[in-house]
């Protein structure tokens, strides 16, 4: 089964800080795609970024970074001298073909992490 | 961005009252899905449409009913709601590959959903 945790439930920091969101994610499949949401008040789901599992190299966006790392399953978020528009809840989410696959991109969400940023 | 559109963005229903709730998506895409987000639980998925057929239904009530008419449109219709369905209803559409693996979902602001 797969599963996604996301032990943070609330971060808050201000303005210019950096900030990581932690995500662990459990699966026994090969191949595996992990995923990064952004939900601001909104409502809206922001799709933020998609990485395969063989693919481990760190990623930078902007103030944006990802850090995969396959040996503690793990895929942290790190958000350089964060900003107000930064406050959101960001859903860590995990596509994995499960038990005799699916026909489509099953998703498989973490509880998600409200950050707030104070200015 | 106006990938995935959603009307209304916000519905206050009685218990007796039918309505229906409308996705539409331009991107192209071949699947579509619609989500049940509940204050302080996670994302649920509901139901899956994959090339205009039904490819999953989670346990959900018969209150609730999709339709997929084709491939850029998904409807909830929605019939003698309770007050535990109030919720935000998100519908998302991916492009399926051959694996059905790593499809990336593409979401719609939502509709606000209250049931009175």
């Known amino acids: 089964a797969q599963k996604v945790t996301q032990a943070q439930t609330e971060i808050s920091v201000v303005e210019k800080e950096d900030v990581t969101l932690d995500c662990v994610y459990e699966?026994?499949?090969?191949?595996?795609?992990l995923f990064w949401y952004k939900q601001p008040p909104s409502g809206e789901l922001v799709f933020l970024i998609r990485?395969?599992?063989?693919?481990?190299q760190n990623e930078i966006s902007g103030r944006y970074s990802w850090n995969f790392q396959k040996s503690t399953s793990s895929f942290n978020f790190t958000i350089t001298a964060s900003q107000v528009v930064d406050s959101a809840v960001y859903f860590c989410a995990l596509g994995a073909s499960n038990a005799g696959g699916t026909s489509y991109g099953k998703l498989t969400f973490g509880q998600g992490t409200i950050l707030t940023v104070h200015p | 961005e106006t990938g995935v559109t959603q009307t209304p963005r916000h519905l206050v229903m009685g218990m007796t009252n039918k309505k229906s709730l409308k996705c539409e998506q331009h991107?192209?895409?071949?699947?579509m899905y619609w989500y049940k987000q509940s204050a302080k639980k996670p994302l649920e998925l509901m139901f899956v449409?994959?090339?205009?057929?039904?490819?999953e239904n989670n346990s959900v009530p018969s209150r609730f009913s999709p339709e997929c008419p084709n491939s850029s449109h998904l409807f909830l219709h929605l019939h003698t709601l309770q007050p535990e369905d109030s919720a935000l209803y998100l519908c998302?559409?991916?492009?399926?590959?051959?694996?059905?693996?790593?499809?990336?979902?593409?979401f719609g602001p939502g509709t606000r959903l209250t049931v009175l």
């Open positions: 449409y994959s090339l205009e057929e039904r490819v």
């Open positions: 991107l192209g895409h071949n699947a």
């Open positions: 699966t026994r499949d090969t191949t595996y795609y």
């Open positions: 990485r395969n599992s063989f693919d481990e």
């Open positions: 998302a559409s991916s492009q399926v590959g051959l694996a059905g693996v790593g499809d990336t979902q593409y």
